[in-house]
């Protein structure tokens, strides 16, 4: 499996964190290619137009978002290639987060939505985000995953419910 990991930076010094936790892509069979833009003066809210910048750039594969405070878990990678292997339907993986005070954000399909959803529990094929791109805004990453979800069927969307991702992991506020 393909998978582009899309990462707009304002905090380089968590770069390193990010890439060690990146490092077991390829021991379960992932791919993976990692973009990444930085905007050090954060002029781009919620870096927005970077992570569009670079998802023009991805023809094919998987997309995760992975915003520069967050990385993944150890299973993340062979979580998601047993579920992208089993469901040829699957558009859209969602996954449990948990975040660094140690509470998780579970997964169901009422959380897709604006607010409720973090850019970093969703994997998405590339050829499901079409065109679409994220509102430039704070919270256009969770209105871009809502209104990708409801271009999906259920089957379409498969849920990995133990959290192999972390939000909020390497902020130092």
């Known amino acids: 499996m393909k998978l582009h ?20 892509a390829e021991s379960a069979g992932v791919d993976l290619t990692w973009h990444v833009r930085f905007d050090p003066a954060r002029q781009a809210v919620g870096g927005q137009a970077l992570k569009n910048a670079m998802l ?4 094919d594969g998987w997309v995760w ?3 520069d405070d967050n990385c993944a878990h150890p ?3 062979g979580a ?5 292997a089993t469901s040829e339907a699957a558009r859209l993986i969602v996954v449990a ?5 140690g509470w998780v954000r ?15 529990q969703v994997i998405i094929r590339r050829d499901a985000i079409g065109e679409m791109r994220i509102p430039l805004h704070y919270c256009g ?19 990995i419910y133990e959290p192999v991702c972390y939000y909020n992991w390497l902020r130092n506020d």
Request: aromatic share 4%; with cysteine; glycine share 10%.
């Open 80 to 84: 998601l290639a047993s579920i992208i």
């Open 56 to 59: 023009g750039q991805v023809a």
């Open 141 to 159: 990453d969770g209105e871009w995953i809502e209104a990708l979800a409801n271009t999906l069927t259920g089957n379409q969307i498969g849920y």
């Open 5 to 24: 990991v899309i990462t707009a930076c304002t905090r380089m010094e968590n770069l390193p964190l990010i890439a060690g936790s990146l490092v077991l």
């Open 106 to 120: 579970h997964v169901h399909r009422q959380m897709l939505r604006q607010t409720h959803v973090d850019a970093g």
């Open 65 to 67: 978002i992975c915003d």
């Open 97 to 101: 987060q948990q975040h660094r005070g």
């Open 75 to 77: 299973d993340l990678f």
